[in-house]
Structures are given as C-alpha cells and as structure tokens.
C-alpha cells in the first residue's frame, strides 16, 4: 500500500500505523483464496437466463454492498472468483456483467423501496445537502447523499428534496429558500441548526490480530456519518464498504468497538462528540446551561449495528481493493499519501496542524538543528 501510495484513510479515522506496513504480508485474502469447493455453480442456459441460489444471491449483495453499484464488471469477477459458472453458449463478457446487474437489480437492490419517506429520511436529507451543496453539484451531490440513506436511491433522495411543498411544514428545499430567516419553520430550523461528523468505528478484536493484513483490517472496520440537530441524532451508514469515502467539510472522528461493553457507551460518545461539535460551531444559544443528555440519539445499539455489518461484509481481496482505492479505479491516478492531523492541546484550546515528514526529511531536519 506504501508503494502504490494509496491513502484510503484520507478523511476518516482509521488503526493504521507503521507496524502495519511491516504486516503487509500477513494472512492475505487473494482471489483464489476466497473460491468455494463443492457449491452448486451459477448458471446461464441456452436461453441466456441467469440461475442463481440463495447462497449465491447473499454473495452477490455483500460483493456490491462492498464495492457499489456502478462496477458491474469489477462484482462480476468477484462473484466468479467465489463461484464456478456454467455458460451453455457463446457470450460475452459484457453480456455477463449486464445479466448480473439486472438480476440484482429486479431481485436484491434494497435500495428501490417504493415506501412513504418518513420525516426522519427528510430530516437526514437537509443535513447532508447543507454539507454538500456547496462544494458538489449535479448527480454527484445526490449519489453522495444516497450513498448514506438507506433503502433510498439517487432518483428517489433528488425527487424528494425538490418536491413542491403541500404546506409549510414540509421538509424540502422550497421551504428552505421561502422562510431562510424563519427557524420556527421546520425546514428552516433542521437546514440552519445542522451538524455532521465522520464516524469510524474500529473492533477491538482487528487491533489486536497482529497477523492480519492491513487492508482486511481496514475493511472489518465500519463507516458512519452522525447528523443531527441539538434535539436528535442519526447514524447514517457507508454504502461502498471496500471504498474510500470522501467527507468534504466534515470533521472526522474514530470509536474503538468493545463487544463486552454496553451499548450505553456507545450513546454517551455520540452525544457528547456531536454536541461538542455544535457549541464549537455556536449552534447552541446558552452552552453553559445546555446538557448533552437532553439530545435523543435515534438509532440502533452499536451491538445490533456491527452484527450487521459483519453479517453484511465481504472482505475484497488485497489487490482488488488496492486498484479500487487508485484515484478514480484508474492507473497512473493514485490518492495522495500527504496526510494533515488537526490536534488539541490540553494548554491551549487552539487546533494546530501536524505534517508527517519522510524519514529522509526528517533525519536532515535533525541535522541541522
């Protein structure tokens, strides 16, 4: 990962440290290690229809779950990597790629419900198109914000926002740009008062397993946005498991996963993490008087939540993952290795910026001191 000078950690907490680049080696998944013996393969028959089991089904969901639905052919050779196939004639590759995106398309996207949005999905919506907005346009801005909404796709999250309004209590941008100076309106109160931070969460057990590679490391870790308003809180997952996110404008924050601890904890952490974030961003009219317990965390316990993502993951083979992670999925445009650090002195309560030097620097710098 060192020399291919990918970053994958360039805006979000991560466990990665120079111990883990001498660990590079260790136990690596490979695309042959991850073939299954003895299992019923997948078919096309004559007439190009696509059988698959519900194994195969399950599979096929953890692989785009981890690398995202626009790169058909990249879940096509991982599924077939895990599976034979049997093809009773002549097609090509591109044809395959479609079959199988189709399939998961009228079958496994969970991200077609055609349900109501509820009020806690528009909510979400304003606070990551606050964020956004501003340094993202067009099907980018609402890829980005779909990717952490869940159930809901590009199309349905863009519809929704742009919506006209029945009163003025609904949450939509309409509504935002008619009452801008007035807070008791709904709309205008959830835009204005917003937060949003990055959230890693870290399992302890991966911290301690000396002997995995780092890149199974990193993606046995879970990937979060927190949003809210002083009232309520929201934890918003990271489609795209074996994917880097980008955060822009969003403060970035690490939490160690302890299974023997309760949930509680967990709670406690966001809270005061996302409150401490609003009084620093002055959004909080008497912060002395204000308690961050009074904030309603509306979520799941983080013991159901990273059941679910270990249920849900698929692990990306080292190489796979390390040319997903290239700038772009294209050779020759890599994530830049520079890395800024923003730390809080116990002295002073000023930010300062940190720059990581090569050791070649670093050794001359001594020098001439």
């Known amino acids: 990962m060192e020399d291919s000078k990918i970053n994958f950690h360039k ?6 440290t120079r ?15 991850i073939r299954r013996l003895d299992v019923e393969p997948i078919r096309i028959d004559e007439a190009g229809k696509l059988t698959m089991n519900t194994e195969h089904e399950e599979t096929l969901k953890k692989i785009v779950n981890a690398v ?8 096509t050779k991982l599924l077939l ?17 479609a079959r199988i995106a189709g399939y998961y398309q009228l079958r496994l996207d969970p991200d077609q419900d055609i349900g109501v949005f509820s009020q806690d999905e528009d909510k979400c919506i304003i606070y990551l198109h606050k964020y956004w907005n501003k340094s993202m346009t067009g099907d980018s801005l609402w890829k980005h914000i779909a990717r952490h909404i869940p159930g809901r796709s590009t199309n349905q999250v863009k519809n929704r926002f742009h919506r006209n309004p ?7 941008l309409e509504n935002i740009n008619k009452y801008s100076s007035d807070t008791t309106i709904p709309a205008t109160f959830e835009h204005d008062m917003a937060h949003v931070f990055a959230l890693t969460v870290i399992p302890k057990s991966a911290t301690g397993k000396d002997g995995i590679e780092i890149t199974t490391k990193l993606q046995s870790e879970a990937r979060f ?11 918003l997952p990271c489609k795209e498991t074996a994917l880097r996110c980008t955060h822009q404008n969003v403060v970035s924050h690490s939490f160690t996963y302890d299974s023997t601890r309760p949930d509680q904890q967990f709670v406690t952490y966001l809270k005061l993490t996302f409150t401490n974030g609003l009084k620093k961003m002055g959004l909080i009219e008497d912060p002395d008087e204000f308690h961050f317990s009074t904030t309603q965390y509306k979520g799941e316990g983080i013991h159901a939540i990273m059941q679910k993502a270990e249920k849900d993951r698929f692990i990306v083979p080292k190489d796979e993952f390390m040319r997903l992670n290239r700038k772009n999925g294209e050779v020759g445009e890599i994530i830049p290795t520079k890395r800024k650090y923003t730390r809080r002195t116990p002295e002073v309560n000023q930010p300062f910026k940190l720059r990581i030097l090569p050791p070649n620097q670093k050794k001359g710098k001594r020098a001439n001191t």
């Open 81 to 97: 990597a895990v599976y034979d196939h049997e093809i009773d004639f002549d097609v090509e590759d591109a044809e395959i790629f």
């Open 11 to 16: 805006s979000a907490g991560t466990t990665f």
């Open 166 to 172: 029945q009163s003025d209590q609904d949450l939509c």
């Open 68 to 75: 995202g639905k626009t790169r058909w052919e990249d879940a």
């Open 225 to 235: 946005l927190v949003v809210g308003t002083y009232r309520e809180i929201f934890l």
């Open 19 to 33: 111990k883990d680049m001498k660990q590079m080696g260790k136990r690596e998944i490979t695309m042959e290690s």
